[in-house]
């Protein structure tokens, strides 16, 4: 019996090719009570989400020198709920104006063997961290406030340690590739979030020490 | 003497007592209702503590300094109303762009132009309510969706179990097709009306149910002859109407399904009413015992018709002497001719076959009724007065 014929072209269409918008900032502790106020009453009209992530970044490590990365997470408040398995790509270098950054998107739920498969697929992980927060939500832009902290004892979610007196703030969109048109809206959503947090692009590969 | 004093006046402590009670209760009773009153007041008006922003905070004021300020509550409640609309339109205008529909919905300004009907313009603006509920994901980097649907993967779901999950219809959907049906139902309506007072003979009745569903509705027209509504009861039909067709019943079983054309439903009836001439002939021959020599719904022979087809029957005399046959169309009329005997026709043309007089007997050539001159208010009265003049009386 022959094999079924296969294409060989990639698929670039459908849900499969999705960029992710971007903007992060930092708030102190203290500053977080007000900036959830205010997201509160900008955001959509809902009770705002709480949440607890475990997440766990596998390397494959190839022959040529970037590694490749998965990102494993999991959420601890709803242990039921399945993984997520993220992809992200390198930031588009596209024009300086743009105002978020952009990258390739692919996003996959798993079953709770994730981590086993990852591990028999030859990936390590590389580190974890558990983190938690509120999530809000406007239109197709989601903002998350958390905070981050460290894993001491690997495969341990119970014993973290904050790595700093800050939260992390995160607004991103989901789009398929080709609509440019998010950027505007999150930038003028960034407006009305100053002076309590400046969200800005950030540039991951920068960031390496 | 003295001793009914003494129980008079014990009698008279004791009531003097009970009344005493009694009006004090009344008097607890009566502060305790204003004692409630007055929490209840002070509930309402905590509700409707005023809120300003100072800075970067927020102060609440819960005075009753601004006690019964009712064009402020007013101006809120407005306020909280546009939000709620420009949310639920928001919510339409995307689905207008996304679903696809054959006729493309036009979103401009603050309306949303869409065509249930191809030729027509309804313009929606929209006042229902609608609370858009999204579950937020959880962990919180997984994308917005639909939270069981993302189970589908790590639970493996089949095609039928994904299908189960789709969202059925968006809020504009919903919209249309209900206005789809009520443009449906009025046309019908206005179909029906119209013949009905255009046509006085067959009459056209349509008794309409009460109980509809907001994508259907259905109504029982019937075709009748006045005086004969107990023999002539052929063409009964329930009609179905839906959102885009409306299905036909008929009392024999039949199924027809129309679309939404208004001209597809009057030919419809127009058919029905000539065919319903024809049925009321063949039971008016029933009645009157005259007997059926043919009948057909839609005959082959003659001109023909635009609308539908021509029906025709004919009937003989209970003594056989005598056939009246009738041709009807929903167009060009109806025909009536009557058949005598050979005996009764002058100048019948001589035969050199037909010689014996026993032949004399038999029906012969037809002759046309001259139907407008005809006695009677409708077609099946002036049917019976023939038959009956046919019909010799012993």
């Known amino acids: 019996m022959e094999a079924p014929p296969v294409t060989v072209m990639p698929i670039t269409s459908g849900t499969i090719n999705m960029m992710e918008y971007l903007l992060q900032g930092s708030v102190l502790d203290s500053a977080l009570e007000s900036l959830l106020h205010r997201l509160r009453g900008l955001c959509d009209n809902m009770e705002p989400e709480t949440f607890t992530d475990h997440e766990l970044v596998f390397l494959l490590k190839g022959q040529q020198g970037n590694p490749f990365i998965l990102r494993a997470r999991r959420s601890l408040s709803h242990p039921t709920a399945p993984w997520h398995l993220r992809y992200l790509g390198q930031p588009e270098v596209g024009d300086k104006s743009r105002h978020a950054l952009v990258r390739n998107c692919v996003d996959v739920a798993a079953s709770h063997s994730l981590p086993d498969f990852l591990n028999e697929m030859g990936f390590r992980m590389d580190h974890e961290f558990v983190t938690s927060g509120h999530i809000f939500r406007k239109g197709a832009m989601k903002v998350v406030v958390c905070n981050v902290s460290r894993v001491l004892v690997p495969g341990n979610t119970e014993n973290t340690e904050r790595m700093s007196l800050s939260h992390l703030v995160e607004l991103s969109v989901l789009a398929p590739a080709g609509q440019d048109t998010m950027s505007e809206d999150m930038r003028s959503f960034a407006e009305q979030l100053k002076p309590l947090i400046h969200l800005e692009k950030i540039d991951p590969s920068k960031q390496r020490h | ?58 102060l609440g004021d819960l005075s009753y300094r601004s006690a019964g300020t009712q064009p402020w509550h007013v101006k809120l409640e407005a306020a909280q109303n546009v939000l709620l609309c420009k949310e639920i339109f928001a919510q339409l205008s995307r689905e207008a762009v996304q679903i696809k529909s054959q006729i493309p919905h036009i979103v401009v300004k603050n309306q949303i132009i869409s065509q249930p009907f191809p030729g027509q313009i309804a313009d929606d603006d929209i006042r229902v309510q609608q609370l858009s509920s999204v579950v937020m994901p959880h962990p919180a980097s997984a994308p917005f969706g639909h939270k069981r649907l993302r189970l589908a993967g790590p639970m493996a779901y089949d095609k039928a179990e994904i299908s189960n999950l789709q969202q059925s219809e968006g809020l504009l959907e919903k919209i249309i097709k209900q206005a789809k049906h009520i443009f449906l139902r009025s046309r019908t309506a206005r179909t029906i009306d119209s013949l009905a007072s255009r046509i006085e003979d067959p009459q056209i009745q349509a008794h309409w149910s009460n109980i509809n569903d907001v994508y259907e509705s259905s109504v029982k027209v019937l ?26 019943v008929h009392r024999d079983g039949r199924v027809i399904t129309l679309s939404h054309q208004e001209q597809e439903l009057q030919d419809f009836l127009l058919s029905q009413m000539s065919q319903h001439q024809v049925h009321a002939v063949q039971q008016l021959a ?48 109806c025909k009536v001719l009557v058949q005598f005997p050979r005996n009764q026709i002058k100048d019948l043309p001589k035969s050199d076959v037909v010689q014996d007089t026993k032949w004399n007997q038999l029906r012969g050539p037809h002759k046309e009724v001259n139907w407008s001159k005809m006695e009677g208010r409708n077609f099946v009265y002036k049917m019976e007065l023939l038959m009956a003049a046919l019909t010799p009386c012993l």
């Open chain 2, 1 to 58: 003497l003295i001793s009914k004093k003494k129980s008079l006046a014990t009698a008279a402590q004791l009531l003097l007592k009970g009344a005493e009670k009694l009006s004090k209760s009344v008097a607890e009773n009566q502060e305790n209702r204003r004692q409630r009153d007055f929490n209840a007041e002070l509930l309402r008006l905590r509700s409707q503590w005023k809120l300003r922003k100072v800075g970067d905070k927020i």
């Open chain 2, 223 to 248: 075709i009748t002859s006045h005086g004969y509504e107990q023999i002539c009861k052929s063409i009964q039909l329930q009609l179905n109407i839906g959102v885009e067709q409306i299905r036909v």
């Open chain 2, 286 to 333: 029933k009645v009157m015992g005259w007997h059926v020599l043919s009948f057909s719904n839609h005959v082959g022979l003659g001109p023909v018709e635009s609308i539908g087809n021509a029906s025709a029957i004919t009937v003989a005399s209970p003594n056989g002497e005598y056939a009246i046959s009738v041709r009807n169309g929903p167009e060009s009329g």
